[in-house]
């Protein structure tokens, strides 16, 4: 399934995009609790697609590619790098990411994002795939001038979690193997990042079970698993596409903000 979350006249439902997706199949309920057939069917041209969550919280996975590794000169962490970012970072498809005032280098970081379907605690990971509803794609934008300096005192906040810094969508794609999904990241149209699940270095399930090792994951939590190599920077004025295979295009521009 491709499940979509979107709104008609305000009103919020899920729904799955039927096969030329020009129409959306709607659902009652979630994803979470169950979702059934209503036999009704919307236009896309008569919606709004959200963010395929409301108010996730978000486990991101710093420098979990080799390639990425070697592009920030680092050397590969003894330990997994996890960091947070506030639900208040979501946007959805074509919303814009917001360049702070004061930003001077902000990035863009294509992933694939993994959903939580149900609570998980120390989940082995032969078994992670129990607890995974889905996968969508994700952009980890960073502001690495804050980030680098927060860093530095062992902290990261602010350099990841502003306003609009976590894009998501455009669906939740059940029945997927993680793999090896090709990835692509395209601003203005030109490739940036190109690359497959398949060189995590730790792989979806490793992640699944760190985190529920140490947490209590829930219903609706995201885990960004991380980017490859070929991160660059952003400007108001670039449209900023995420490509993972067997769940679409996740393309949002990009604006200066507005004091």
Known sequence: MRIVRYAVDGVRHYGEFEADDARIARFEGDPF???????LVDEVSDVVVLPPLEAPRIFG?????????????????????????????V?????????????????FEG????????????????EAHEYIL?????????????????????????GKGQDTFAPLGPVIATGLDPSALRLTTRVNGAVTQAASTADLLLAVPDLVGYLS?????????????GTPAGVG???????????????????????????
């Open 33 to 39: 609790t169950g979702l059934s057939p209503t036999g």
């Open 61 to 89: 996975f710093a420098y979990n590619y080799a390639s990425h590794v070697d592009e920030t000169d680092r050397e590969l962490p003894e330990v997994p790098v996890c960091f947070m970012k506030p639900s208040t970072a």
């Open 134 to 158: 889905g996968y969508t794609c994700g952009n980890d934008v960073s502001d690495r001038i804050v980030q680098r300096r927060e860093s530095a005192y062992g902290t990261l906040l602010i």
């Open 213 to 225: 090792r140490h947490l209590t994951l829930l219903p609706g939590d995201a885990i960004m698993t």
């Open 91 to 107: 946007i959805g498809p074509d919303e814009a990411i917001v360049y702070p005032a004061d930003g001077e280098l902000v990035h």
């Open 111 to 126: 992933e694939l994002v993994v959903v939580i379907g149900k609570r998980a605690r120390h989940v082995k990971p032969s």
């Open 233 to 259: 920077p952003i400007r108001p004025g670039d449209e900023v596409e995420v490509e993972i295979e067997g769940i679409g295009v996740l393309r949002n521009p990009v604006v200066a903000e507005s004091l």
